[in-house]
């Protein structure tokens, strides 16, 4: 306490001893209602990663009954490489389907979302939710009547066949998320580059393609996702064994010696499926959460 005299009056001044003391209770605050988030999120985390991790290491290790009795290796992946027709085959078979399906959704669902965003026509209402009513079908009432259509055009037993199928299944949700991240885009943009001597194409092509990039991106990996790890199309339109995809395949190693499950190659093949769509979801996960935040606000 500091005491200062004059002629007239004399004056206590207080030192300020707790200035500080809310803002460090504040941060304790934060720090101790931050503790069940944290230990929350690291359950979700330890629930999810565990069979993955738990996945990664038995397909290294030796297990009775399989290819691999004794020592860690890769006997199980060998074991899975000469499956049938081999890996490579399988894996060949999963890109290309994957591949097409990327392409495929892209293109139709960047110029369809451009189109119901940007465009006034009669029934477009009506006709983006018919796009959307997909979502109401159950997903495997449709593949036998796709199986006779595929049937009629030549296209069963086809990997293209497979492709177009899952693309069919993709276009509600990329067409609904192309829609909105068009949407999030000011009309002014189209506008200044008609202004600037761009055509309609030019002005999609070089403004409107570059500002949707992170919704094209969340839907090619969501096609791709799909279509990588789909059972159930292959499994009903494809007959011949060399065009099975992965996960058919991997299925199938399951039964091949009398019933007998060869754990063992099946944790591998798990492996190989999941190993491409981490590496993508890694390398896309910056753009994939732009992608879904590109309707929420506008301007």
């Known amino acids: 306490m500091v005491m200062t005299d004059s002629p007239s009056t004399r004056t206590i001044v207080a ?7 809310p803002q460090t209770r504040r941060q304790r605050g ?50 899975l490489a000469n499956f049938q027709a081999g890996i490579w085959v399988y894996l060949g078979n999963s890109l290309f389907v994957s591949i097409l399906t990327v392409v ?12 119901f965003a940007r465009f006034q026509f009669v029934g ?29 055009i030549g296209l069963q037993n086809s990997l293209v ?29 189209d506008e200044a580059a008609l202004v600037d001597g761009c055509n309609s194409f030019s002005a999609l092509w070089r403004v409107l393609l570059p500002a949707v990039k992170p919704g094209l ?22 007959n011949d064994t060399n065009r099975m995809t992965l996960p058919l395949a991997v299925a199938n190693l399951r039964g091949q010696v009398m019933g007998v499950v060869d754990y063992g ?9 999941a190993l491409p769509c981490i590496v993508l979801f890694l390398i896309l996960q910056r753009h994939y ?7 929420a606000f506008k301007g």
């Open 15 to 21: 030192p300020k001893l707790h200035a500080r003391r």
């Open 30 to 79: 934060r720090l101790l209602y931050g503790i069940p988030s944290v230990v929350f999120s690291g359950a979700l985390a330890i629930i999810f990663l565990y069979p993955l991790v738990w996945t990664g290491i038995a397909s290294f290790s030796p297990q009775p009954g399989t290819s691999q009795t004794d020592g860690w290796g890769f006997g199980n992946y060998a074991s």
């Open 104 to 115: 495929l959704t892209l293109l139709t669902s960047f110029l369809g979302g451009y189109a």
């Open 124 to 152: 477009k209402n009506l006709l983006f939710l018919l796009v959307l009513a997909i979502l109401m079908v159950p997903y495997a009432t449709l593949l036998i009547p796709l199986y006779v259509i595929l049937n009629a």
């Open 161 to 189: 066949g497979v492709a177009l199928v899952l693309t069919m299944f993709q276009l509600p949700f990329s067409m609904f998320m192309m829609r909105i991240s068009f949407e999030s885009i000011p009309r002014e943009m």
């Open 217 to 238: 991106i969340t839907v090619g990996l969501f096609a791709f996702l799909t279509a990588w790890n789909d059972f159930i199309a292959p499994l009903i339109l494809i």
């Open 265 to 273: 190659a099946t944790e591998a093949g798990v492996v190989v499926l």
């Open 289 to 295: 959460v732009r992608g879904f935040m590109s309707g």
